[in-house]
C-alpha cells in the first residue's frame, strides 16, 4: 500500500499559476506510475495526466494539454502538477493516485481511475473568474 498526501491547493483568479504536490511513502517510489485526477461537484472523478513510472512519458487530458505540467521526483518520492492559465473550470478537488500493482510499466495512457490502486485524500483548487 502506498500512502499519498496532497498539498497546494488553494483559491486563485483566473488566469493564475498553481503548484499541486504529492508526497508519497511505502512502496518503492520509483517502481510505478501515477497519475492526477480531479472532481468537480456533481461531476465523476476525471483523468487530468499521468507520467511513467521513470518520469519519461507522459499524458494529459485534452482540457488541460498545454496548460499542466506533471512531474515526478524519484529521489524525492513527490508527484507534482504545475498548473498555469487556470480556468474557472478548473475548479475541482484534486487528487494523485499511484499505480503501485505494477511496476515499471511503460503504458501512459492510464486514464481510468480502475487503473489505480492507492489514492490521496485530494487537494481543493478554486478558480474565481
Known amino acids: 500500500q502506498v500512502q499519498l498526501v496532497e498539498s497546494g491547493g488553494g483559491l486563485v483568479q483566473a488566469g493564475d499559476s498553481l503548484r499541486l504536490s504529492c508526497a508519497a511513502s511505502g512502496r518503492t517510489f520509483s517502481t510505478y506510475a501515477m497519475g492526477w485526477f480531479r472532481q468537480a461537484p456533481g461531476k465523476e472523478r476525471e483523468f487530468v495526466a499521468a507520467?511513467?513510472?521513470?518520469?519519461?512519458?507522459?499524458y494529459y487530458a485534452d482540457s488541460v494539454k498545454g496548460r499542466f505540467t506533471i512531474s515526478k521526483d524519484n529521489a524525492k518520492a513527490t508527484l507534482d502538477l504545475q498548473m498555469t492559465g487556470l480556468k474557472p473550470e478548473d475548479t475541482a478537488v484534486y487528487y494523485c493516485?499511484?499505480?503501485?500493482?505494477?511496476?515499471?510499466?511503460?503504458?501512459?495512457?492510464?486514464?481510468?481511475?480502475?487503473?489505480?490502486?492507492?489514492w490521496g485524500r485530494g487537494t481543493q483548487v478554486t478558480v474565481s473568474s
Open positions: 493516485a499511484a499505480d503501485a500493482t505494477k511496476p515499471y510499466l511503460t503504458v501512459v495512457t492510464i486514464t481510468s481511475p480502475g487503473d489505480y490502486d492507492s
Open positions: 507520467i511513467t513510472w521513470s518520469g519519461g512519458r507522459t
